[in-house]
């Protein structure tokens, strides 16, 4: 299916995972998605062949310069920032290094974001901030991403009003099999997905195809603004 207007849609991170997923489906429905990579040569080279013609600009969001440059690149529909840094571990064990490039990833660079690229949004215009489950369901050891992810809730809210009429939303996804469990192994994972399968509403994991119409929903209904799109099978739920 094919629009008659093709959208502009910036995936900040979305050299991998998630931002594959979304990439794919913007192509298939004629969107012209960019990618937006720390390492875009490196990206260039793991992107599957179904992507191989989608634009890789240079976006680091720990770095405003690369910030400021997106805005040749635009105008855009849809500005995602899917970019997690982890600083997970238990409270005795943080690094203040790794707690900044956490918030550098999912809050601080997402503002910058906000004010380089918002004169840059056409109507109807939309940023998408990556959130996710920990927020909402701590656990021992997730403080920092719970910590961010919360904030990044609070964050679309505000730039929701404050950038009107351009849009602000965040997706928070329950654990998806997008790749980034893969460093368990496939026991450890199989076991991982189990329980965590076993303790949500859904009775299942989330696939990537579940947040890209998610973000799908964001994009097209300019009706939905300064919400979070929780997209994790009742995870959050107690
Ligand atoms: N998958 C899940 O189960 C899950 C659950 C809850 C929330 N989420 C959230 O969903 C989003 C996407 O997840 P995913 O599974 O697709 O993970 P992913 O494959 O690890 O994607 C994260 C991307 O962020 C990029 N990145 C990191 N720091 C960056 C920076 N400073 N500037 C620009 N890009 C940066 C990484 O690129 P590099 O190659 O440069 O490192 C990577 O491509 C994340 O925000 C994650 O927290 C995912």
Redesign the pocket.
């Known amino acids: 299916m094919s629009n008659t207007t093709p959208k502009r849609i910036l995936l900040?991170?979305?050299?991998?995972?998630?931002?594959h997923a979304i990439a794919a489906a913007a192509l298939e429905r004629g969107d012209q998605p960019v990618i937006?990579?720390?390492?875009p040569q490196?990206?260039a080279s793991t992107l599957p062949e179904a992507l191989r013609d989608v634009p890789i600009v240079h976006?680091?969001?720990?770095?405003e310069y690369t910030l400021v440059d997106l805005q040749q690149r635009g105008p855009f529909d849809a500005v995602v920032?899917?970019?997690?840094?982890s600083a997970n571990g238990p409270i005795d064990a943080l690094d203040r290094t790794a707690i900044h490039?956490a918030f550098?990833?999912?809050v601080a660079?997402p503002l910058l974001l906000a004010k380089h690229l918002h004169g840059s949004m056409r109507p109807g215009g939309v940023f998408v901030f990556?959130?996710?489950?920990?927020a909402w369901k701590p656990a021992p050891g997730l403080s920092v991403?719970a910590t961010v992810?919360g904030a990044v809730a609070f964050m679309a809210e505000a730039l929701a009003v404050e950038l009107a009429p351009v849009r602000a939303v965040a997706?928070?996804?329950?654990?998806?099999?997008?790749?980034?469990?893969d460093f368990m192994g496939d026991d450890g994972k199989r076991d991982f997905f189990e329980a965590t399968a076993a303790a949500n509403p859904a009775r299942r994991?989330?696939t990537?195809a579940d947040?890209v119409g998610a973000v799908l929903l964001a994009v097209d209904n300019t009706f939905i603004t300064g919400t979070t799109l929780h997209v994790?099978g009742g995870g959050h739920l107690g």
């Open positions: 900040i991170g979305g050299g991998s995972g998630i931002g937006g990579a720390r390492d490196h990206t976006a680091d969001l720990a770095d920032s899917l970019a997690a840094a490039n550098d990833a999912k660079g990556f959130s996710g489950v920990a991403m992810n997706i928070s996804p329950g654990i998806i099999d997008s790749g980034l469990w994991v989330g990537p947040i994790d």
